[in-house]
């Protein structure tokens, strides 16, 4: 690793930041997020604290720009330049912009949030079906007034879950409108317009009036990207017109022909050759997470690592379950230090400070965990801070979250309020700080906990194991069990990769004809779920902070965040 | 056996990435990421050579410091990036 000369950092650990504008690509929301995320990378593993500014001076001032924004260091179009940041510092010291001519996503192409509709604002489900069409983008098809939506699962017909996709005819955002939608047409400078316009601005940006006279009324707001829409070139915000002429010749998809560059484009409109309007199509775009995470990097003090799987290496590559290497670690704790306080991730039993209370206890009884009383929660480590959880499962009725040596629970009415974290260490001291997944037989109410290849039984505070999954007839070629499914009485799914195995929890053998492929049985969930557990008769498939829940005839019926549906942060 | 197409080079309107030979834009590469930078000091001026800019360029990159324009390192200053320097100024 490398920090800049002077070894530059903040001289306080109580660092603020704050987001100036947005981008037209994602939802404000997803955004906010992808930022949130990528300053916690840095508080994981410093004593550095971020807050969040609405308005004045913070450290470090967020913002997105095309080419000439403001500082002496110009983007160059799509591609390329992505962002940079400076050290820390006043001013424009700490800053981060990023190019607007990127497409931002989260790495894996759109990601579209939807509003209204019936899905609670879930993420659109590409590729879905609609009365027998398979749709990888949001669409206006079955509607009238030209909204494009999106089904949130996998087949609409089935499902009917869906919401509205980003419209400047549904919402705009920034500007003084407070998100109103377009109204077309309007008039700006005694002309008038039937689409979004960069008219009358010089940073690109497409905007409206959102009414019907811009001169008189001065209301206006940011046209969001449509996820069809062309990225950069001269029409930015319109979509692809299919088929189009270029060099006489006629196209009906995306091409490269024309480009030294091998990047794909689209006329916008029938005839390239004439009306000489283009952009670039979408693709798989740059993940917002990771490129914000290396900028805050900058804006700590880091400076450029030639280390190739760091963070702070210069080159943009998406990684799906990304890390801090122990590179991006070392610098930023020469910097900083290391995070202080109680440690994530605990194994040591739990020494009380204080004599406990003489009196009744019911430890004989091995039925009855007694750790819940002596385990107090730490309300400082958030539950909600967490984007995605090592297991999550039912125990005693009650949903279990684990996360890194720590455990939260929600009573099973659902409203209760979530309480934790408590330390797995003093309620199942054998156990690992990292839990893959977890269940409780329903006959005998015995807690089966599984971390890489071992796992552990647990009849109240008497305890079975560690052994080895190859005991229960798991192949050894599973690195891991990530989910379980109870089927009835005596039966458990456990699911590994893209498998799944029916074990028999009486007989401790996993029967004949398995493993199944998990998405030939559960067609519509990830197929790659890192949480799999049943819930008030549904079984749920996670995969980051979204799960997918599925109906006992195994129909996907929603599709939300784990934080707000599950954890209700 | 298909015919190579004879690919034809377009300029396209408000797109600001110019087609720019491979010298160029390694030149412009080592500049922008301050790997090749005029130092003047009291009057002295000298350009680093662009070999040993190259080799800086490669050293940081993990490639093999070879001090020439070879593939891997033309393909490397095609990759999308932070835009701050490498070498500081």
New interface residues.
């Given amino acids: 690793y490398k920090t800049f000369d002077g070894d530059l950092k903040w001289d306080h650990n109580d660092v603020t930041y704050r987001i100036l504008n947005y981008s037209p690509d994602m939802d404000s929301a997803v955004i906010d997020d992808a930022f949130a995320r990528a300053f916690k990378v840095w508080s994981d593993v410093t004593p550095l604290t971020f807050t969040r500014l609405f308005d004045g001076t913070a450290d470090i001032m967020i913002s997105f720009g095309k080419r000439d924004h403001g500082d002496p260091y110009p983007f160059d179009g799509k591609d390329g330049l992505l962002a940079h940041a400076y050290p820390p510092g006043e001013g424009l010291q700490g800053d981060a912009h990023f190019d607007d001519d990127e497409y931002w996503t989260l790495g894996k192409g759109p990601a579209v949030k939807t509003r209204y509709g019936n899905a609670d604002g879930a993420m659109c489900h590409f590729p879905f079906t609609f009365e027998g069409k398979t749709y990888t983008t949001c669409t206006t098809d079955g509607r009238t007034d030209d909204l494009p939506w999106c089904a949130t699962t996998a087949d609409y017909s089935r499902d009917k879950k869906y919401g509205f996709c980003p419209s400047e005819l549904l919402y705009t955002f920034g500007g003084n409108a407070d998100g109103a939608k377009c109204v077309f047409p309007f008039v700006f400078l005694e002309e008038e317009y039937d689409s979004c316009t960069t008219e009358g601005r010089n940073d690109g940006y497409r905007w409206c009036a959102t009414t019907d006279n811009f001169d008189q009324d001065k209301k206006f707001g940011f046209c969001p990207s449509r996820d069809t829409a062309v990225i950069g070139g001269n029409s930015e915000g319109e979509p692809c017109h299919f088929p189009f002429v270029f060099l006489g010749k006629e196209y009906n998809s995306c091409t490269s022909e024309g480009r030294g560059d091998g990047k794909l484009w689209c006329s916008t409109t029938d005839n390239y050759d004439e009306d000489k309007k283009w952009g670039f199509c979408p693709d798989q775009g740059y993940s917002l997470f990771l490129v914000a995470a290396h900028e805050f990097g900058h804006a700590l003090g880091l400076d450029h690592s030639s280390i190739r799987d760091a963070l702070m290496y210069p080159m943009y590559s998406y990684v799906e379950d990304f890390s801090l290497h122990r590179d991006d670690i070392e610098g930023i704790q020469y910097l900083y230090g290391r995070r202080t306080g109680p440690d994530p991730t605990p194994p040591q039993p739990n020494t009380p400070t204080t004599a406990p209370n003489p009196g009744p206890t019911d430890s004989t009884d091995p039925t009855k965990p007694t750790t819940t009383t002596t385990a107090r929660p730490d309300p400082t480590n958030d539950a909600c801070k967490l984007d995605k959880f090592d297991t999550i499962t039912v125990i005693e009725g009650e949903l279990h979250f684990f996360k890194d040596g720590n455990y939260w629970k929600r009573s099973r009415e659902g409203d209760g309020e979530l309480q934790g974290s408590f330390s797995i260490s003093q309620r199942w001291p054998a156990l690992p700080a990292v839990i893959d997944s977890a269940f409780e037989d329903l006959l005998t109410k015995k807690l089966y906990f599984f971390s890489g290849t071992r796992f552990w039984v647990y009849t109240g505070q008497s305890l079975l194991g560690p052994r080895s999954i190859e005991k229960l007839g798991l192949p050894n070629t599973i690195q891991k069990v990530e989910g379980a499914l109870q089927r009835g009485k005596g039966k458990v799914l456990l699911f590994s990769g893209a498998s799944f195995w029916r074990l028999d929890v009486k007989a401790q053998k996993i029967d004949n004809g398995y493993p199944k492929y998990t998405d030939a049985i559960f067609g519509g969930v990830p197929s790659d779920a890192h949480d799999v557990f049943q819930y008030k008769g549904h079984m749920y498939f996670c995969r980051d902070q979204f799960y997918w829940r599925m109906n006992s005839r195994r129909q996907v019926d929603r599709v939300g965040y784990v934080k707000y549906d599950l954890l209700k942060c | 056996w298909s015919r190579p ?1 004879k ?4 300029t ?6 110019k ?1 720019m030979t491979d010298t160029e834009l390694a030149e412009t590469y080592l500049k922008r ?1 301050g790997y090749l930078e005029t130092v003047q000091r009291s009057g002295f001026q000298s350009m680093v050579s662009t070999s040993k800019a190259l080799k800086e360029m490669q ?4 490639l093999e410091e070879t001090g020439q324009l070879d593939k891997s390192t033309l393909e ?1 200053m ?7 320097p ?1 070498v ?1 100024n």
């Avoid at chain 2, 690919?7 to 377009?10: C, P, R």
């Avoid at chain 2, 396209?12 to 990435?17: A, E, S, T």
């Fill in positions: 197409l690919s034809i080079s377009v396209f309107p408000g797109d600001i990435i087609n990421f050293k940081q990159m993990g490397a095609k990759r999308p990036r932070c835009g701050v490498d500081a």
